[in-house]
């Protein structure tokens, strides 16, 4: 059994710079953050932690019922363009057509806001 003070081994990966991982490696010989086997663990993780910000808490009640799939769909993208599993073409595509439909929303919601407000305006005018 290693003494609790002795060194840890560190993590064999390499950083995107080149450079070692300066993190301390588990069984694997990896740290978390690049122990392959510990892959869907990290994305899950990444995944939760982004759905239980209060920023996105707040956001996900504002959004109509009609639209969270999309956002869903967009967290889902953000989280695999950072795993290297989705192309940021694509995630950059999926954002041009949710802002569009959000657009496209919004307008629609202001025309009937609009058209309220006249026929409340036509009946107090008489």
Not at 14 to 24: F, T
Not at 40 to 46: L, P, Q, S, T
Not at 61 to 81: C, G, Q, Y
Request: with cysteine; charged share 30%.
């Amino acid at each position: 059994m290693p003494a609790a003070d002795a060194p840890r081994p560190p993590c064999q990966a390499q950083r995107r710079d080149g450079q070692p991982c300066g993190g301390v490696a588990g069984p694997s010989g990896y740290c978390f953050a690049h122990d392959p086997e510990l892959a869907a663990r990290r994305k899950e993780g990444n995944r939760q932690g982004g759905q239980n910000k209060d920023t996105t808490r707040r956001l996900t009640k504002l959004v109509p019922s009609r639209l969270k799939p999309v956002l869903e769909t967009l967290f889902t993208a953000l989280d695999e363009v950072h795993a290297g599993d989705l192309e940021p073409r694509q995630a950059t595509a999926m954002a041009a057509l949710a802002s569009a439909i959000g657009r496209l929303y919004e307008t629609a919601q202001l025309e009937e806001r609009l058209l309220k407000l006249e026929e409340v305006h036509r009946e107090q005018t008489g």
